[in-house]
């Protein structure tokens, strides 16, 4: 079954501790992204990558980090998590140019205390 | 200023009616257009997608793209109230999407 599937699906953390969010995708797409969902405020793009060892800025990019050493992974780090990082985030698994084959994770809900 | 607008609702309408749903975007760059339906607590899902000015229809679903109006639109017939949902618009250009803020849509029964 084509899918992305994230890890951890809920995680309460406290400000500063490190943490990994991972995503994969079994469907060998090129393009993979994260985004977080905050109300009022929609879906924003953190950090996206057209392939492997290819990352860009979205638009909120600051206090992350992504690395995409394998086509199917590409996890999201926050090195120093802070409260305003509290959100849901999604990860999303693309073809090469958008089509139907297009898939979001079931999304991270995060907070940060 | 966004440059992807939608209007956030919530917008109400009876069963069988037709849901009219708008985007309004600024940034020429945009290549591609996108409608997402996202149900509560899960991701979003793919709906449509369009590249070109015009209309595309997938069963109930319509998708419009009016290029020089950077208008982009998503029509629903014959609703559901299983189509009550937030629905969202999203913008493409070479991998960086912008998407509205959604319009939450009720059918009601």
């Known amino acids: 079954e084509a899918q992305v599937t994230q890890n951890p699906r809920y995680l309460i953390t406290v400000t500063g501790k490190k943490l990994t969010v991972t995503c994969s995708q079994n469907m060998n797409h090129e393009y993979m992204s994260w985004y977080r969902q905050d109300p009022g405020l929609g879906l924003r793009q953190i950090y996206y990558s057209m392939n492997v060892e290819v990352t860009d800025k979205g638009d909120v990019p600051e206090g992350y980090k992504v690395s995409r050493k394998e086509k199917r992974n590409f996890p999201l780090i926050l090195e120093s998590p802070s409260p305003n990082q509290t959100s849901l985030y999604f990860c999303a698994s693309f073809p090469r140019t958008p089509d139907n084959e297009q898939f979001f994770g079931p999304g991270t809900r995060l907070t940060v205390l | ?109």
């Open chain 2, 1 to 109: 200023q966004k440059e992807v607008e939608q209007d956030p609702g919530p917008l109400s309408v009876p069963e069988g009616a037709i849901v009219s749903l708008n985007c309004t975007y600024s940034n020429s760059a945009f290549q591609y257009f996108m409608w997402y339906r996202q149900y509560s607590r899960k991701g979003p899902e793919l709906l449509m997608y369009t590249y070109s000015s015009g209309n595309k229809e997938d069963g109930r679903f319509t998708a419009q793209v009016d290029k020089s109006s950077k208008y982009i639109s998503l029509f629903i017939r014959d609703s559901q109230p299983s189509d009550s949902a937030t629905y969202l618009c999203a913008c493409d250009s070479w991998g960086k999407l912008q998407f509205g803020a959604g319009t939450q849509v009720v059918v009601t029964p």
